[in-house]
């Protein structure tokens, strides 16, 4: 058969069949009294073994050993194709993830591009410095999308990058909180413990609502941080959350703080000093715990703690006692100028009896 009709026929082009020629991989066997190449049917067949191995990706010197090689064996080769193809394949999902960031920022030049494209290589680098600057020399009038930013929130563990990333998230606008939102979902408790921080700083009742259910992660610090951030939206529901912060610590003080706040409606200031009170009983005998108990009493409105705080500068635990007398120099000299107690006190020998328990389930969810 000549290499006209083996051209039509097999589907290589005469043009490839000679490089085949030149480079000794499929060689015809006979030749016309032209001096035209003819192939012969075991010719065609080695043709079409060249084509099949060509569409794994093997290089034609590879196929050549394959083909002529006696002692070689495909496994290692196909394996090393198969690494190969994979390290394509993220090479080209990555790209398109890329260009799905630029188009998701909808630049409308390609100065705007480029811009994205600097971004995303500043946020890929292996330096946290790098990373941060990248952040930080975002213009007010360059386009970023809001998702690329939360999704970078959730993989980033520098907590200086972290924190300008949070902070570019509150500037975006767009919706981020959907996509930081999924992070609450993981199984890694560094990407929910991300994603927390995170919706703390923004705003809406999107954000709130994740938040809100944060508070039953399994994670105590994931629950810390959700209660900090409900109270200071002025969520009710935060309340049990903030009184085990202050228990538990860290963050005990901003947490007696955002109770103050909390217990200036009248609904919630006798369940919220019960509350502090019943946790003096049960720890009775951790001096740590009693004095930051102590210590929030003072962040109470008015002198609703003041019965309580007299009771406790008689305490056992000389620390407690000193830091309660003291307060109650303070809150005496208080309602001495005119300020009296809006509120019933609840007392260590006898807690203030409210018939709705205090639970999460009890919150409205609404603000204080």
Avoid at 117 to 143: K, T, W, Y
Avoid at 172 to 194: K, L, N, Q, T
Avoid at 233 to 244: C, E, K
Avoid at 265 to 288: G, K, P
Wanted: hydrophobic fraction near 40%; include cysteine.
């Amino acid at each position: 058969m000549l290499i006209g009709e083996v051209a039509h026929r097999s589907g290589v082009s005469a043009r490839m069949l000679r490089h085949y020629d030149a480079l000794g991989l499929v060689r015809p066997t006979g030749r016309t009294v032209g001096g035209y190449r003819e192939y012969s049917p075991e010719d065609i067949r080695r043709i079409f073994h060249v084509e099949g191995l060509r569409s794994l990706g093997l290089s034609l010197s590879q196929i050549g050993r394959a083909l002529d090689g006696p002692g070689f064996t495909p496994s290692g080769l196909v394996g090393d194709l198969i690494r190969k193809t994979e390290e394509r394949l993220s090479r080209e999902r990555e790209l398109l993830e890329r260009l799905r960031r630029v188009d998701a920022a909808e630049p409308s030049d390609w100065q705007d591009v480029l811009r994205i494209v600097e971004l995303l290589h500043g946020l890929g680098s292996q330096s946290a410095a790098r990373r941060q600057q990248a952040v930080l020399a975002l213009a007010d009038d360059v386009p970023v999308p809001a998702e690329l930013l939360a999704e970078a929130v959730l993989t980033e563990s520098d907590p200086n990058v972290a924190g300008a990333l949070r902070w570019a998230l509150t500037r975006a606008g767009g919706d981020g909180v959907a996509r930081v939102a999924s992070g609450m979902a993981s199984e890694d408790v560094d990407v929910r413990r991300r994603a927390v921080l995170a919706l703390a700083e923004l705003p809406g009742d999107e954000a709130t609502a994740v938040l809100t259910d944060a508070l039953e992660d399994p994670d105590a610090t994931v629950r810390r941080h959700a209660a900090l951030a409900l109270g200071a939206r002025g969520v009710t529901r935060a309340v049990p959350g903030l009184v085990g912060t202050v228990v538990e610590g860290p963050n005990d003080v901003e947490a007696a703080e955002l109770l103050g706040t909390l217990a200036r409606d009248a609904d919630w200031a006798d369940r919220i000093m019960s509350a502090l009170v019943d946790e003096f009983t049960a720890h009775a005998a951790n001096s740590a715990v009693r004095i930051r108990l102590t210590q929030a009493l003072a962040e109470m409105p008015g002198t609703i703690a003041l019965d309580t705080l007299r009771q406790l500068a008689h305490d056992d635990d000389r620390a407690v006692a000193l830091i309660a007398s003291a307060l109650v120099e303070t809150l005496e000299a208080r309602s001495d100028d005119g300020a009296s107690s809006p509120h019933r006190c609840g007392t260590l020998s006898a807690p203030y009896s409210d018939p709705r328990p205090l639970r999460p389930s009890d919150a409205t969810g609404e603000g204080g």
